[in-house]
């Protein structure tokens, strides 16, 4: 080879090793944007229309065979380079070992500069913006490199079955917590309330009716055993859109009534109970610790918007609404917190008076807290199954991480408590 070179003028033979770096900088800067870029993105632009992001993500699918292309390409000019830099370098200054060395200091230098570090940083720089372009000069050469790929690849599957690596369709997939540290670190491409509204949906899978329902002390329901009189002034002030409805017995629950409904009848002045039974549709039972993804599955199926939830002995132990499950989702349709503050974020002094019937679920989102979620769902369950009694002094405990003054009880439990913010909390905030 270096007779051959010997015959070129030295600008030619210069011209030769610049082209050859430049070369071997396009398969580094080719190699590091392909297996840098993100498959998703690049899907994304070849169905908006780029060919060479569709080409880019055909490549990638042949993963081994890409790799031994640039490989290939890649070893195989960095390794004429050394031969040419080392002949020009005799040619002008003679054979010696110092004119050796130095040749080779020379062309490592070069081509860690120029074929490697420089150019990689650019592929990792725009990865898709590259793969998406440098797909067109790769394709010829992976028809070229056939037959010499299918020995290599022979070999390399042979030796990965020997050694036990042999990679599979499982290994390549990606759990539900890789999926979730994925939302979690996508905050340069997904606003918080989008990225906030995919872990809610990771949460789900996680979550029973209990945690969404409104309890039974809280459920409004219509007694059609009262006066008439009494029975359209509750319709009339109601805010809910349906109600359950009882006769006499308020642990039965004998149906759902549309308010709606119910309400395009009082312009008669003879209503009576009857019509109001006639409008009543049959409640809707689920056992407590139904996941809420069934739920909900439930609701889209039956064409239905509320559930009374039942324990055992079928006790109404409370009510989850379609309403229900999607604010679990995506947040609160209002900004009132029946069991919570007007403002539910921490006070200047890094505190919070939370009322003993907020939901720890609730208290966990909006305050950044640890609290657990295995046990009671409420504060003040939380706290007496900690104190194992009601308290009747003002007490401060310790859970989760967070401290907590009881500041007003009765006998019945605790009505408010004073949180105090973590500090680690404090820290990040």
Known sequence: MDNFFDDWPLY????????????????SMAETSMLSSNRHRLRAMANSGNSGAALAERLLKRIDSLLSVLLISNNLINTILPILVTGIALHLFGDSGLVLSIATLVVALLIIIFSEITPKV??????????ANVGWL???????????????????????RVSGLQSSADSRSMSKEELRSLVLESNRFVSNHHRNILLNLFNLENITVDDVMTPRAKIEVLD???????????LETCYHNKLPVCDGDSERIVGILSVKKALSLLGDSDLTHEDFKLLINEPYFIPAGTPVLQQMQFFQDNQQRLSLVVNEYGEVLGLVTFEDIVEELIGEFTT????????PHWLPDGTYLASGGATLRDLNRLLNLNLPLDGPRTLNGLILEK??????????????????????FDEQGVKTVKLYRPLINQTLA
């Open 12 to 27: 030619s033979q210069v011209a030769l090793i610049l082209f050859l770096l430049a070369l071997s900088g396009f398969f």
């Open 122 to 131: 650019i592929g990792a720089a725009f990865p898709e913006k590259i793969a």
């Open 138 to 160: 790769i394709l010829p050469l992976t028809f070229l490199f056939k037959p010499l790929l299918w020995l290599i690849n022979q070999f390399v599957s042979g030796l990965m």
């Open 224 to 234: 059609l055993s009262r006066p008439i009189e009494e029975v359209i002034q509750q």
């Open 336 to 343: 009132s917190f029946s069991n919570l503050s007007t403002d």
């Open 387 to 408: 104190l194992e009694a009601i308290p009747d002094h003002d007490v401060s405990i310790k859970i989760g991480g967070v401290v907590m003054e009881i500041v007003q």
